[in-house]
């Protein structure tokens, strides 16, 4: 029987009925290919039931291959994991949206999807291009689409019954209320970089009060060193508590009420990311406490993401 406060089975509901979502979950955003599905595999193996995907990540078919794969040996069924992807940039005209969710469906090898994220609030031109530019190299935006025609868009998805929830991601409190607002279907998550240099205590608190899940993604500062896992408040409380760095930052970001993505790419760091246990309130007021403020992303700004995968 899994504990109450077993926090690597943790689950948040999600509004309107739409499931729940694994606190702890893994993401995608691998750019080897080779690596993407051994890491994948790995990850459902360890016990990760979520997984967060991108059609920008240039990877769906692989992590598809290897779910399918994954959870044919494990014996675990399609309901028991929860799968998000990404509308890019470049698919924000409302007519690409439901042909790029139905390429991401057929790459990912599903159904539906558990969750479909709007990547960026930022519309590039449309196109098959993902990154277009002009010949000094400045991003070409797409003036004539709204977030809210978008958004619309991904309600319809809803009503077709292929996609249990819609979110965003990269937007801030600024970006995300009027969305909210003017919503009929209203945003079930919104996944943007959140670890203990940047708790995003604000826009934490209305996702909170509106019932929207904050889905933290680059909670170990993405592996840099240094960085958060050298921090030494943190590495003080993991010795404390006999755990390691990195198991100190996902056990707060699970505790303060986030769900929460993370990448290990080998089958020890996948154990070790998962085997999470509560820390005590005075460690995670400590947390709390630490002061250094740093943004690792500048993707909420310009719809440009930092890390994308260089492919041929
Ligand atoms: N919406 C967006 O714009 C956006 C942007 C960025 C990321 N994301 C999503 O969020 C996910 C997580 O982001 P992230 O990769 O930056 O997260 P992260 O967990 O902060 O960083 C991952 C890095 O930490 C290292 N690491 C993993 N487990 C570790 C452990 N137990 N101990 C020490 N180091 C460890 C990994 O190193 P090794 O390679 O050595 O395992 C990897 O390089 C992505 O995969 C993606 O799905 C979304």
Not at 39 to 56: I, K, S, Y
Not at 151 to 159: C, F, R, S, Y
Not at 275 to 294: H, V
Request: aromatic share 6%; hydrophobic share 40%; charged share 20%.
């Amino acid at each position: 029987m899994v504990e109450p406060t077993d926090l690597r089975m943790s689950r948040i509901p999600l509004i309107h009925g739409a499931g729940q979502i694994p606190a702890l979950g893994f993401g995608t955003l691998i750019s080897d290919p080779a690596l993407t599905i051994t890491a994948t595999r790995d990850a459902l193996d360890a016990g990760f039931r979520h997984f967060d995907c991108a059609e920008r990540y240039g990877n769906e078919r692989e992590v598809g291959q290897a779910l399918q794969a994954g959870l044919a040996a494990g014996n675990i069924a399609r309901k028991d994991v929860f799968v998000t992807t990404k509308l890019w940039n470049s698919n924000h005209r409302s007519e690409r949206v439901a042909p790029a969710f139905e390429a991401s469906l057929a790459r990912l090898a599903l159904q539906y999807l558990d969750l479909y994220l709007i990547h960026t609030p930022f519309a590039f031109q449309p196109g098959d291009d993902q990154d277009p530019r002009d010949q000094n190299g400045n991003v070409l935006y797409d003036r004539d689409v709204t977030l809210l025609d978008t958004w619309k868009a991904l309600e319809t998805l809803v009503d077709h019954g292929k996609c249990r929830a819609i979110g965003l991601s990269d937007v801030t409190l600024d970006t995300l209320k009027p969305i909210y607002e003017s919503a009929r279907i209203k945003p079930a998550v919104v996944q943007v970089e959140s670890h203990p240099y940047l708790p995003e205590t604000e826009l934490l608190e209305y996702c909170k009060q509106k019932g929207i899940v904050l889905l933290a993604f680059a909670p170990l500062g993405h592996g840099m060193r240094p960085g958060m896992l050298e921090d030494p408040i943190i590495s003080a409380i993991a010795a404390r508590v006999g755990k390691t760095p990195a198991q100190v930052l996902l056990a707060w970001a699970v505790q303060r009420g986030t769900a929460v993505l993370t990448t290990p790419k080998s089958a020890a760091r996948a154990r070790e990311s998962f085997n999470i246990s509560p820390l005590p309130q005075a460690a995670l007021d400590e947390i709390n406490r630490i002061q250094t403020r740093q943004r690792l992303n500048q993707v909420v700004n310009t719809g440009v993401p930092g890390f994308i995968p260089k492919r041929a």
